[in-house]
């Protein structure tokens, strides 16, 4: 299991949720003022976390029309013309409201624009949004390293054998029969999610 810092981030959120929830609750039985003042918190902690949520979906938007020439209009025309259209957006959003780091969130804006100037790449879109979903900084430093050596080289068995395993399980790396220990090498999947995930030009 990981223990990556989105992975925490949302459990500490959903933690302080519950914890306030609860303290409202005790609170008002206790002292009506007290049990108030916590409703209030509570209220205020719900309002930070939507926060969060639409700069991060506002962000992915941000990348996606940096990335097409499509007008907010033609965007979701194009994406609603289909049922997995539909699905790209929605499955795009749904991870954009948790994802804490902008190389996430510049691969989904990529991954949406992709999907909407190319119908025929939605399939394999969907297929990179559930990656970039799956996957924390520490399988994206690995995949990174891994694409050093190129699509027809492996690791020789030096890569950390339980986040390569996540890396193959979202098909963007898969494992090399070796002697011994288990290599790894990227696939073309894993390089479309690094562009995907790439840093802005500088003149961008």
Do not use: W
Not at 157 to 170: E, F, M, P, Y
């Amino acid at each position: 299991m990981s223990t990556g810092s989105d992975r925490r981030g949302d459990a500490v959120r959903r933690g302080a949720e519950g914890v306030v929830g609860a303290a409202s609750v005790g609170l008002a039985a206790a002292d009506p003022v007290a049990g108030m003042l916590a409703a209030l918190l509570q209220s205020q902690i719900a309002d930070l976390l939507a926060d969060l949520a639409r700069r991060g979906i506002s962000r992915v938007f941000h990348v996606t029309f940096a990335e097409t020439d499509l007008s907010p209009e033609q965007l979701i025309h194009q994406l609603a013309a289909s049922d997995d259209g539909l699905r790209l957006l929605a499955r795009t959003v749904e991870v954009a409201r948790t994802a804490a780091h902008d190389e996430k969130l510049r691969a989904l804006g990529r991954c949406l624009a992709a999907g909407a100037d190319d119908d025929a790449r939605i399939d394999q879109e969907l297929l990179l949004v559930s990656a970039v979903a799956a996957l924390e900084s520490e399988d994206m430093r690995l995949l990174r390293n891994l694409a050093e050596r190129g699509i027809d080289d492996h690791d020789h068995g030096t890569s950390d054998q339980s986040i390569a395993g996540r890396l193959v399980g979202q098909g963007v790396a898969v494992t090399v029969p070796t002697y011994g220990v288990a290599s790894f090498r990227i696939t073309r999947l894993g390089l479309l999610l690094l562009d995907r995930a790439r840093a802005a030009d500088p003149a961008g």
